[in-house]
Protein backbone atom coordinates (compact mmCIF):
# COMPACT_ATOMS: atom_id res chain seq x y z
CA UNK A 1 0.00 0.00 0.00
CA UNK A 2 1.33 3.56 -0.71
CA UNK A 3 1.71 6.03 2.03
CA UNK A 4 0.91 10.05 1.29
CA UNK A 5 3.41 12.77 1.31
CA UNK A 6 2.49 13.97 4.85
CA UNK A 7 2.03 10.46 6.47
CA UNK A 8 5.53 10.05 4.86
CA UNK A 9 7.30 12.86 6.26
CA UNK A 10 5.63 12.18 10.02
CA UNK A 11 6.52 8.30 9.84
CA UNK A 12 10.29 9.41 9.08
CA UNK A 13 10.31 12.04 11.77
CA UNK A 14 9.32 9.62 14.19
CA UNK A 15 11.64 6.81 13.10
CA UNK A 16 14.44 9.24 13.00
CA UNK A 17 14.09 10.37 16.80
CA UNK A 18 13.54 7.26 17.76
CA UNK A 19 16.55 6.16 16.43
CA UNK A 20 18.68 9.53 17.89
CA UNK A 21 17.56 8.59 21.50
CA UNK A 22 17.78 4.54 20.97
CA UNK A 23 20.43 3.37 18.94
CA UNK A 24 23.27 0.94 20.21
CA UNK A 25 26.54 2.23 20.50
CA UNK A 26 28.64 -0.08 17.77
CA UNK A 27 32.32 0.92 16.70
CA UNK A 28 31.34 1.24 13.33
CA UNK A 29 29.03 4.23 13.90
CA UNK A 30 31.58 6.50 15.70
CA UNK A 31 33.69 6.94 11.94
CA UNK A 32 33.20 8.47 8.83
CA UNK A 33 35.40 6.29 7.32
CA UNK A 34 34.36 5.00 4.16
CA UNK A 35 36.88 1.64 4.50
CA UNK A 36 35.65 1.04 7.91
CA UNK A 37 32.05 1.23 6.88
CA UNK A 38 32.69 -0.97 4.10
CA UNK A 39 34.34 -3.43 6.65
CA UNK A 40 31.36 -3.49 9.06
CA UNK A 41 28.41 -4.02 6.44
CA UNK A 42 30.33 -6.90 4.44
CA UNK A 43 30.64 -9.11 8.41
CA UNK A 44 27.43 -7.87 9.13
CA UNK A 45 25.95 -9.99 6.36
CA UNK A 46 24.66 -13.32 7.45
CA UNK A 47 26.23 -12.64 11.02
CA UNK A 48 24.98 -10.80 14.43
CA UNK A 49 25.97 -7.61 15.22
CA UNK A 50 27.61 -9.27 19.07
CA UNK A 51 29.45 -11.69 17.38
CA UNK A 52 31.26 -8.89 14.37
CA UNK A 53 31.79 -6.55 17.37
CA UNK A 54 35.12 -8.54 18.34
CA UNK A 55 36.32 -9.53 14.55
CA UNK A 56 35.74 -6.08 13.52
CA UNK A 57 38.03 -4.36 16.06
CA UNK A 58 40.80 -7.42 15.56
CA UNK A 59 40.60 -7.19 11.67
CA UNK A 60 41.01 -3.42 11.97
CA UNK A 61 43.89 -3.73 14.28
CA UNK A 62 45.62 -6.04 11.75
CA UNK A 63 44.06 -4.22 8.47
CA UNK A 64 43.58 -0.20 9.76
CA UNK A 65 43.36 0.67 6.25
CA UNK A 66 42.48 0.10 2.57
CA UNK A 67 46.33 -0.49 1.45
CA UNK A 68 46.88 -2.72 4.64
CA UNK A 69 44.14 -5.04 3.48
CA UNK A 70 45.30 -4.85 -0.24
CA UNK A 71 48.71 -5.75 0.93
CA UNK A 72 48.58 -8.38 2.95
CA UNK A 73 48.95 -12.08 2.55
CA UNK A 74 45.40 -13.76 2.01
CA UNK A 75 46.18 -16.15 4.68
CA UNK A 76 46.13 -13.63 7.44
CA UNK A 77 43.21 -12.15 5.72
CA UNK A 78 41.14 -15.54 6.43
CA UNK A 79 43.39 -15.85 9.73
CA UNK A 80 41.81 -13.29 10.64
CA UNK A 81 37.89 -13.94 9.90
CA UNK A 82 38.43 -17.15 10.97
CA UNK A 83 34.97 -18.47 12.53
CA UNK A 84 33.10 -15.52 11.10
CA UNK A 85 31.94 -17.92 7.95
CA UNK A 86 30.70 -16.96 4.54
CA UNK A 87 34.63 -16.47 3.61
CA UNK A 88 33.96 -15.42 0.51
CA UNK A 89 33.51 -12.13 1.60
CA UNK A 90 36.61 -11.61 3.36
CA UNK A 91 38.40 -12.93 -0.15
CA UNK A 92 36.34 -10.67 -2.16
CA UNK A 93 36.92 -7.49 0.09
CA UNK A 94 40.71 -7.70 0.03
CA UNK A 95 40.03 -8.25 -4.01
CA UNK A 96 37.78 -5.17 -4.36
CA UNK A 97 40.92 -3.65 -2.38
CA UNK A 98 43.44 -4.31 -4.33
CA UNK A 99 41.40 -2.76 -6.94
CA UNK A 100 40.37 0.17 -5.65
CA UNK A 101 44.49 1.25 -4.74
CA UNK A 102 45.33 0.71 -8.15
CA UNK A 103 41.98 1.88 -10.29
CA UNK A 104 40.87 4.89 -7.84
CA UNK A 105 43.49 5.81 -6.05
CA UNK A 106 42.83 4.11 -2.81
CA UNK A 107 39.87 6.04 -2.54
CA UNK A 108 36.66 4.22 -2.42
CA UNK A 109 34.32 5.45 -5.22
CA UNK A 110 31.48 7.40 -4.02
CA UNK A 111 29.92 6.68 -7.65
CA UNK A 112 27.42 3.84 -7.83
CA UNK A 113 28.53 2.60 -10.80
CA UNK A 114 32.12 2.23 -9.92
CA UNK A 115 31.32 1.03 -6.39
CA UNK A 116 29.32 -1.91 -7.91
CA UNK A 117 32.06 -2.80 -10.33
CA UNK A 118 34.20 -4.22 -7.32
CA UNK A 119 34.57 -7.22 -6.09
CA UNK A 120 31.28 -8.79 -3.84
CA UNK A 121 29.32 -5.46 -3.61
CA UNK A 122 25.40 -6.66 -3.93
CA UNK A 123 22.55 -4.43 -3.57
CA UNK A 124 22.92 -4.27 -0.44
CA UNK A 125 26.69 -3.48 0.61
CA UNK A 126 26.06 -0.65 -2.46
CA UNK A 127 23.45 0.98 -0.91
CA UNK A 128 24.55 0.51 2.59
CA UNK A 129 28.26 2.02 2.22
CA UNK A 130 27.24 4.78 -0.35
CA UNK A 131 24.33 5.89 1.68
CA UNK A 132 26.19 5.49 5.38
CA UNK A 133 29.67 6.52 4.26
CA UNK A 134 28.85 9.31 1.43
CA UNK A 135 25.03 9.96 2.03
CA UNK A 136 23.90 8.94 -1.12
CA UNK A 137 19.86 8.49 -1.54
CA UNK A 138 19.82 4.44 -1.21
CA UNK A 139 17.30 2.25 0.87
CA UNK A 140 19.29 -0.56 2.13
CA UNK A 141 16.94 -3.68 1.86
CA UNK A 142 17.72 -6.37 4.49
CA UNK A 143 16.49 -9.21 6.76
CA UNK A 144 15.36 -6.57 9.89
CA UNK A 145 14.18 -4.08 6.91
CA UNK A 146 12.00 -6.60 4.87
CA UNK A 147 10.76 -7.80 8.27
CA UNK A 148 9.71 -3.91 9.00
CA UNK A 149 8.08 -3.74 5.52
CA UNK A 150 6.10 -6.58 5.69
CA UNK A 151 4.32 -5.66 8.74
CA UNK A 152 4.32 -2.26 8.38
CA UNK A 153 3.00 -1.98 4.92
CA UNK A 154 1.31 -5.80 4.58
CA UNK A 155 3.63 -6.92 2.09
CA UNK A 156 2.58 -10.56 1.77
CA UNK A 157 5.51 -11.22 -0.41
CA UNK A 158 7.83 -13.78 0.83
CA UNK A 159 10.71 -12.35 2.89
CA UNK A 160 12.94 -15.15 1.70
CA UNK A 161 11.84 -15.57 -1.42
CA UNK A 162 14.84 -13.75 -4.32
CA UNK A 163 11.95 -12.61 -7.02
CA UNK A 164 10.53 -10.70 -4.52
CA UNK A 165 13.47 -8.46 -3.59
CA UNK A 166 12.60 -5.57 -6.89
CA UNK A 167 9.06 -5.34 -4.74
CA UNK A 168 10.83 -4.45 -0.77
CA UNK A 169 13.67 -2.46 -2.84
CA UNK A 170 10.48 0.06 -3.81
CA UNK A 171 8.76 -0.05 -0.74
CA UNK A 172 12.14 0.75 1.13
CA UNK A 173 13.02 3.44 -1.33
CA UNK A 174 9.23 4.88 -0.63
CA UNK A 175 10.12 5.60 2.67
CA UNK A 176 13.80 6.63 2.78
CA UNK A 177 14.43 9.85 3.85
CA UNK A 178 16.44 11.50 0.88
CA UNK A 179 18.09 14.23 2.52
CA UNK A 180 19.50 11.97 5.57
CA UNK A 181 19.95 8.00 4.11
CA UNK A 182 22.45 7.74 6.33
CA UNK A 183 20.36 7.86 9.30
CA UNK A 184 17.43 6.68 8.07
CA UNK A 185 18.74 3.36 6.52
CA UNK A 186 20.28 2.90 9.95
CA UNK A 187 17.09 3.52 12.09
CA UNK A 188 15.21 1.14 9.75
CA UNK A 189 17.68 -1.99 10.76
CA UNK A 190 18.11 -0.60 14.14
CA UNK A 191 14.16 -0.89 14.32
CA UNK A 192 14.00 -4.39 13.29
CA UNK A 193 16.67 -5.74 15.62
CA UNK A 194 15.66 -4.24 18.41
CA UNK A 195 11.69 -3.35 18.42
CA UNK A 196 10.41 -5.03 15.46
CA UNK A 197 11.74 -8.56 16.08
CA UNK A 198 11.32 -12.04 14.24
CA UNK A 199 8.89 -12.99 17.76
CA UNK A 200 7.62 -11.22 20.10
CA UNK A 201 8.05 -7.94 18.52
CA UNK A 202 7.51 -5.06 21.29
CA UNK A 203 4.74 -3.49 19.69
CA UNK A 204 3.88 -1.53 22.83
CA UNK A 205 7.44 0.66 22.23
CA UNK A 206 7.18 1.15 18.68
CA UNK A 207 7.84 4.47 16.83
CA UNK A 208 5.77 2.81 14.01
CA UNK A 209 3.24 1.28 15.68
CA UNK A 210 0.63 3.91 14.37
CA UNK A 211 2.11 3.78 10.98
CA UNK A 212 1.38 -0.34 11.14
CA UNK A 213 -1.08 -2.29 8.86
CA UNK A 214 -0.12 -4.95 10.79
CA UNK A 215 -0.30 -3.84 14.26
CA UNK A 216 -3.77 -1.52 13.70
CA UNK A 217 -5.32 -5.32 12.15
CA UNK A 218 -3.81 -7.33 14.83
CA UNK A 219 -2.03 -9.33 12.58
CA UNK A 220 1.84 -8.72 13.52
CA UNK A 221 2.51 -12.40 14.11
CA UNK A 222 1.49 -13.55 10.79
CA UNK A 223 3.65 -11.50 8.90
CA UNK A 224 6.25 -11.56 7.57
CA UNK A 225 5.34 -14.04 4.83
CA UNK A 226 7.78 -17.24 4.12
CA UNK A 227 8.33 -19.85 1.80
CA UNK A 228 8.81 -23.26 3.25
CA UNK A 229 12.80 -24.48 2.73
CA UNK A 230 13.93 -27.61 2.46
CA UNK A 231 15.24 -29.74 4.96
CA UNK A 232 19.02 -29.50 4.42
CA UNK A 233 20.85 -32.82 3.45
CA UNK A 234 23.56 -34.15 5.66
CA UNK A 235 26.69 -35.23 4.06
CA UNK A 236 29.28 -38.30 5.66
CA UNK A 237 32.52 -37.13 5.98
CA UNK A 238 35.94 -38.63 6.50
CA UNK A 239 39.03 -36.95 7.37
CA UNK A 240 42.48 -37.74 7.85
CA UNK A 241 45.46 -36.35 10.38
CA UNK A 242 48.06 -37.96 8.87
CA UNK A 243 51.52 -37.76 10.83
CA UNK A 244 54.94 -38.24 8.90
CA UNK A 245 58.22 -37.55 11.30
CA UNK A 246 56.06 -35.61 13.47
CA UNK A 247 54.29 -33.16 11.09
CA UNK A 248 50.94 -33.22 9.85
CA UNK A 249 49.97 -32.82 6.58
CA UNK A 250 47.19 -29.68 5.85
CA UNK A 251 45.83 -29.00 2.20
CA UNK A 252 44.57 -26.19 1.26
CA UNK A 253 41.07 -25.79 -0.20
CA UNK A 254 40.80 -23.52 -3.62
CA UNK A 255 40.37 -20.21 -3.57
CA UNK A 256 36.85 -20.43 -5.23
CA UNK A 257 34.22 -21.66 -3.65
CA UNK A 258 32.93 -22.88 -0.17
CA UNK A 259 35.67 -22.20 2.53
CA UNK A 260 37.65 -21.01 -0.10
CA UNK A 261 41.55 -21.24 0.59
CA UNK A 262 41.27 -22.77 4.01
CA UNK A 263 43.07 -25.33 5.46
CA UNK A 264 42.19 -28.41 6.33
CA UNK A 265 43.13 -32.30 7.15
CA UNK A 266 42.57 -33.52 3.33
CA UNK A 267 39.78 -36.24 3.35
CA UNK A 268 35.65 -36.09 1.54
CA UNK A 269 32.27 -37.83 1.28
CA UNK A 270 32.30 -41.39 2.28
CA UNK A 271 30.56 -43.19 -0.51
CA UNK A 272 27.56 -45.63 -0.25
CA UNK A 273 28.78 -49.31 0.78
CA UNK A 274 32.40 -47.39 2.40
CA UNK A 275 33.01 -47.61 5.86
CA UNK A 276 34.00 -44.85 6.97
CA UNK A 277 37.95 -45.71 7.44
CA UNK A 278 37.45 -47.11 4.05
CA UNK A 279 36.74 -43.40 2.53
CA UNK A 280 39.43 -41.78 4.47
CA UNK A 281 41.93 -44.12 3.16
CA UNK A 282 40.58 -44.00 -0.59
CA UNK A 283 40.36 -39.58 -0.18
CA UNK A 284 43.28 -39.38 0.82
CA UNK A 285 44.79 -41.78 -2.13
CA UNK A 286 43.22 -39.45 -4.44
CA UNK A 287 43.34 -36.14 -3.06
CA UNK A 288 46.81 -35.90 -1.79
CA UNK A 289 48.63 -39.59 -3.70
CA UNK A 290 49.86 -41.08 -0.18
CA UNK A 291 49.28 -44.23 1.24
CA UNK A 292 48.54 -44.19 5.01
CA UNK A 293 47.19 -46.42 7.89
CA UNK A 294 44.44 -45.94 10.13
CA UNK A 295 45.85 -46.05 13.47
CA UNK A 296 42.62 -44.92 15.83
CA UNK A 297 39.94 -42.91 15.24
CA UNK A 298 40.61 -39.39 16.85
CA UNK A 299 37.05 -38.01 16.83
CA UNK A 300 33.47 -37.53 15.47
CA UNK A 301 32.07 -33.86 14.69
CA UNK A 302 28.83 -32.64 13.46
CA UNK A 303 28.53 -29.17 12.02
CA UNK A 304 26.35 -27.04 10.64
CA UNK A 305 26.26 -25.08 6.98
CA UNK A 306 23.49 -22.75 5.38
CA UNK A 307 22.08 -25.72 3.13
CA UNK A 308 24.08 -28.40 4.48
CA UNK A 309 25.07 -30.35 7.27
CA UNK A 310 28.08 -32.78 8.17
CA UNK A 311 28.83 -35.35 10.13
CA UNK A 312 32.91 -36.08 9.62
CA UNK A 313 34.54 -38.96 11.31
CA UNK A 314 38.54 -37.90 11.87
CA UNK A 315 41.28 -40.31 12.03
CA UNK A 316 44.81 -40.67 13.35
CA UNK A 317 46.97 -41.32 10.24
CA UNK A 318 50.05 -42.94 9.76
CA UNK A 319 52.35 -42.22 6.18
CA UNK A 320 53.06 -44.85 4.68
CA UNK A 321 54.41 -44.02 1.31
CA UNK A 322 54.07 -41.71 -1.39
CA UNK A 323 54.37 -38.14 -2.47
CA UNK A 324 52.28 -35.48 -2.33
CA UNK A 325 50.45 -34.71 -5.87
CA UNK A 326 47.59 -32.75 -5.56
CA UNK A 327 44.24 -33.67 -7.07
CA UNK A 328 41.76 -30.94 -5.61
CA UNK A 329 43.73 -29.07 -3.18
CA UNK A 330 45.51 -26.00 -4.11
CA UNK A 331 48.32 -26.03 -1.82
CA UNK A 332 50.06 -28.43 0.84
CA UNK A 333 51.92 -28.30 3.67
CA UNK A 334 53.66 -30.61 6.68
CA UNK A 335 54.09 -28.16 9.92
CA UNK A 336 53.93 -29.21 13.74
CA UNK A 337 51.11 -29.37 15.34
CA UNK A 338 51.74 -26.44 17.26
CA UNK A 339 51.90 -24.64 14.06
CA UNK A 340 48.45 -25.33 13.28
CA UNK A 341 46.26 -23.03 14.99
CA UNK A 342 48.36 -20.49 13.07
CA UNK A 343 46.30 -20.93 9.19
CA UNK A 344 42.82 -20.46 8.85
CA UNK A 345 40.89 -23.41 9.16
CA UNK A 346 36.86 -24.35 8.62
CA UNK A 347 34.80 -24.55 12.05
CA UNK A 348 34.64 -28.18 11.50
CA UNK A 349 38.44 -28.69 11.69
CA UNK A 350 38.73 -26.56 14.40
CA UNK A 351 36.49 -28.68 16.37
CA UNK A 352 38.60 -31.42 16.28
CA UNK A 353 41.18 -29.86 17.47
CA UNK A 354 40.90 -30.37 21.39
CA UNK A 355 40.76 -33.99 20.47
CA UNK A 356 43.99 -34.03 18.68
CA UNK A 357 45.73 -31.92 21.09
CA UNK A 358 44.44 -34.44 23.99
CA UNK A 359 45.74 -37.03 21.50
CA UNK A 360 48.92 -35.54 21.25
CA UNK A 361 49.36 -34.74 25.17
CA UNK A 362 48.80 -38.52 25.52
CA UNK A 363 51.05 -39.86 23.47
CA UNK A 364 54.16 -37.41 24.85
CA UNK A 365 53.02 -38.68 28.53
CA UNK A 366 53.82 -42.40 27.21
CA UNK A 367 56.98 -41.66 26.18
CA UNK A 368 58.10 -39.85 29.51
Not at 296 to 323: N, P, Q, S
Request: aromatic share 8%; charged share 30%; net charge positive.
Amino acid sequence: MALDKNTLTRLRQKLLRWYEQNQRDLPWRKTEDPYRIWVSEVMLQQTQVDTVIPYYKRFLKLFPNLKALAQADQNNVLKAWEGLGYYARARNLQKAAVDVLDKHRGKVPENETDFRALSGVGDYIAAAVLSIAFRKPLAVVDGNVKRVLARLLLIKAPVNDSKKYKLFAKAADQLLARKKPHLFNQAVMELGALICKPKKPDCENCPLANFCEAFKQNRVNRYPKKIKTKKVPTHHIAAGVIFKKNKILLARRKPEGLLGGLWEFPGGKIQKGETAEQACIREIREEVNLDVEILEKLTTVKHAYTHFKIVMDVFICDYIGGRVKLNGPDDFCWVRPEQINDYPLPKATIKALPNLFHFLENKKAETL
